[in-house]
């Protein structure tokens, strides 16, 4: 059974907006660095944002900064990822994840143990 469940992707023009949530269940992710990663067909799973237990860090790939803004509420054990100004490269399956273990902070997939199934994002021309 998968603890994070992604919503919220879609099909959007260039210049719209998305946003996607991560829940959890099954177990309190509060105490842990959570991420979002996406993958475009062919193409190696890529960082997208990663954010620490308590919001106070936050880091973001160079190709969204400006544009993605990642954000997470503790009490409903969810973590969103507002997208705007979106580009046909912003095109894939967006995965959220938790860190291995509460407090471990990264950006590499290798870090994060828990994931959810993905969901869509294409962004036409």
């Known amino acids: 059974q998968r603890q994070l469940v992604e919503s919220g992707g879609g099909l959007v023009q260039a210049g719209g907006s998305l946003r996607l949530s991560c829940a959890g269940s099954?177990?309190?992710?509060?105490?842990?660095?959570m991420g979002w990663f996406r993958q475009a067909p062919g193409k190696e799973r890529e960082f997208v944002a990663v954010?620490?237990?308590?919001?106070?860090?936050?880091e973001y790939a160079d190709s969204v900064k400006g544009r993605f803004t990642v954000s997470r509420d503790n009490v409903k054990n969810t973590m969103y990822l507002q997208m705007n100004s979106l580009k046909p490269e912003d095109t894939g399956v967006y995965y959220c994840?938790?860190?291995?273990?509460?407090?471990?902070w990264g950006v590499g997939p290798g870090q994060y143990d828990y994931w959810g199934q993905g969901t869509q994002v294409t962004v036409s021309s």
């Open positions: 994840a938790a860190a291995q273990r509460p407090f471990v």
């Open positions: 099954g177990r309190s992710f509060s105490l842990y660095a």
């Open positions: 954010i620490s237990w308590n919001g106070g860090n936050i």
